[in-house]
């Protein structure tokens, strides 16, 4: 299936999203809503209200798609420090406002070209805020508020920085955590018969562009050669001026052939850089997942919603007893005429997830992993049955799914997903320049910069594209035969030099 991480798969006649289940970046303007009018994509986006419902032993937040409606619901706490909530969002709005624009077209991330980069000066005076919070914890914002005691708000702080960067709210890195805090806000929501439509309509788009798509293929070895790039496949092989690896970078030096034509500092380069990116991107997360089958009953919305819970929350927001449940559209379960969707009529189906410390895993035996997982994937479930009884009383039979799961399917390393985690520094903006590896070598996806989430990954790529794009019409300008008057006989000479 395409998208990886960001799939649907189909098991006994239902379609599961794999991993990723909400999806940002379709509000007017942004990059995936001018991808769908451009390219004719033929999937249903809907904005559900609300998006997603937030429980934990201390409150219950409705998270809709206007942040206003959020900021109130704080303030009606019992104690809330009103002024406070009020001053804390008005921070955040700030910092997103200024970030959030950066990411509606690749132009505006390096390598800029003369339209990103004028873009960029006109609001050159937007960027002094940010200064402020660099190199510190979302933590520190919420202490600045005098928030650091009104525990609703650090509870449903900690939960969407989890999620979205990977990080907690007292190690995550505040820029990227004050805008990703925003993401609900920013054309966020639900795709019809899940993200694999939206994958399927992207290949779709590719060939109608002249591009190929090669499926069960699978990539053995990349070497160089003659000065291209030699993919190795499992039933053919390429050679390529640019390649690019949508890969962990620990699977990039389990695929390279290095060969002595690649040079000796290639090499140290190659090395160094994979080495760096492999040791940030496992410092990060697997997942342990459940994929339901439910019973649909009046007790469940008939719109797909999304709710996150936390069982303990003295306790870490991991390993269970936090989860993130996404539940499937009445409707989906009815569509069986243009699209196959996920389940019979009468039965829904719902996706759970939860972080796995992967850290902790590798130290563990095989025997010991599967009771660990294990007892985690029980401790979904009673975070599930105390914050979402409805959903869990609605069960007729589950599927587990584990970090060894997503390495058999995806092929990423132990199954790590999710990518870096943003914690706290200045390393954070390393790798903004530019995402080749060595010269025409390239890496994209979650382990590289802008990082997680689908519409970041797909930045990612698009400003790759266009990063190759320019460099080889610079190319082709400075390497070209010089043309001259014999070239253009019936041409006057100074029309020549023109």
């Known amino acids: 299936y395409p998208g990886g991480c960001a799939s649907?798969?189909?098991?006994?006649?239902?379609?599961?999203?794999?991993g990723a289940t909400l999806f940002s970046g379709f509000e007017e303007g942004q990059l995936f809503h001018r991808w769908k009018n451009?390219?004719?994509?033929?999937f249903e986006f809907h904005l559900h209200q609300p998006t997603i419902i937030f429980s934990t032993?201390?409150?219950?937040?409705?998270?809709?798609?206007?942040?206003?409606?959020?900021?109130?619901?704080?303030?009606?706490?019992?104690?809330?420090?009103?002024?406070?909530?009020?001053?804390?969002?008005?921070?955040?709005?700030?910092?997103?406002?200024?970030?959030?624009?950066?990411?509606?077209?690749?132009?505006?991330?390096?390598?800029?070209?003369?339209?990103?980069?004028?873009?960029?000066?006109?609001r050159s005076k937007k960027y002094f805020p940010l200064l402020r919070w660099i190199n510190h914890?979302?933590?520190?914002?919420?202490?600045?508020?005098?928030?650091?005691?009104?525990?609703?708000?650090?509870?449903?702080?900690?939960?969407i920085s989890q999620i979205t960067i990977q990080?907690?709210?007292?190690?995550?890195?505040?820029?990227?955590?004050?805008?990703?805090?925003?993401?609900?806000?920013?054309?966020?929501?639900?795709?019809?018969?899940?993200?694999?439509?939206?994958?399927?309509?992207?290949?779709?788009?590719?060939q109608k562009l002249g591009g190929d798509i090669l499926f069960s293929n699978r990539v053995r070895t990349i070497y160089r050669h003659n000065n291209k790039w030699m993919v190795s496949a499992r039933n053919k092989h390429f050679s390529c001026s640019n390649l690019i690896l949508n890969l962990l970078p620990?699977?990039?030096?389990?695929?390279?052939?290095?060969?002595?034509?690649?040079?000796?500092?290639?090499?140290?380069?190659?090395?160094?850089?994979?080495?760096?990116?492999?040791?940030?991107?496992?410092?990060?997360?697997?997942?342990?997942?459940?994929?339901?089958?439910?019973?649909?009953?009046?007790?469940?919305?008939a719109d797909a919603r999304h709710y996150q819970g936390v069982l303990n929350t003295e306790k870490k927001f991991q390993e269970g007893n936090h989860i993130f449940c996404s539940l499937s559209s009445r409707t989906e379960s009815q569509k069986t005429i243009s699209r196959t969707y996920k389940s019979p009529i009468g039965e829904r189906?719902?996706?759970?997830?939860?972080?796995?410390?992967?850290?902790?895993?590798?130290?563990?035996?095989?025997?010991?992993?599967?009771?660990?997982?294990?007892?985690?994937?029980?401790?979904?479930?009673?975070?599930?049955?105390?914050?979402?009884?409805?959903?869990?009383?609605?069960?007729?039979?589950?599927?587990?799914?584990?970090?060894?799961t997503f390495k058999r399917y995806t092929r990423r390393a132990s199954g790590l997903v999710g990518g870096v985690p943003r914690n706290r520094g200045w390393h954070n903006y390393q790798g903004a320049l530019s995402s080749e590896i060595i010269d025409s070598l390239w890496l994209v996806g979650d382990s590289v910069f802008p990082g997680q989430s689908t519409l970041a990954t797909a930045l990612g790529g698009a400003r790759t594209a266009r990063a190759i794009h320019c460099n080889n019409r610079l190319f082709q300008f400075t390497t070209s035969n010089l043309l001259t008057a014999q070239d253009f006989p019936n041409q006057k000479t100074e029309q020549i030099q023109n």
């Open 38 to 42: 451009r390219h004719q994509m033929n």
């Open 57 to 122: 032993s201390d409150c219950d937040v409705k998270i809709y798609t206007q942040r206003q409606r959020v900021v109130e619901q704080f303030c009606e706490m019992p104690n809330a420090p009103v002024k406070n909530i009020h001053q804390f969002f008005a921070i955040q709005k700030q910092i997103a406002d200024i970030l959030w624009p950066v990411f509606d077209h690749p132009n505006r991330l390096p390598p800029f070209d003369l339209k990103g980069l004028l873009w960029h000066i006109k």
């Open 167 to 206: 990080s907690n709210i007292w190690n995550c890195e505040a820029p990227f955590a004050l805008a990703t805090l925003d993401y609900i806000f920013r054309g966020t929501g639900h795709i019809e018969g899940g993200v694999g439509v939206l994958a399927d309509e992207m290949c779709i788009a590719i």
């Open 250 to 301: 620990q699977d990039v030096s389990n695929l390279f052939l290095i060969q002595d034509e690649i040079g000796r500092n290639n090499k140290k380069r190659f090395d160094i850089k994979v080495n760096q990116l492999t040791q940030k991107v496992e410092s990060g997360w697997g997942a342990a997942m459940l994929y339901l089958i439910l019973k649909d009953s009046d007790k469940l919305p």
């Open 349 to 404: 189906v719902a996706t759970i997830s939860t972080h796995v410390d992967m850290t902790r895993m590798r130290t563990m035996s095989q025997e010991d992993q599967g009771v660990y997982i294990n007892n985690i994937q029980e401790k979904m479930k009673r975070t599930l049955e105390e914050r979402f009884p409805q959903i869990f009383e609605s069960i007729l039979r589950y599927f587990p799914a584990s970090p060894r």
């Open 137 to 159: 914890s979302l933590f520190d914002v919420l202490e600045y508020c005098q928030l650091d005691g009104f525990l609703p708000l650090i509870q449903y702080c900690n939960a």
């Open 8 to 18: 649907t798969f189909e098991r006994q006649g239902y379609r599961f999203e794999s």
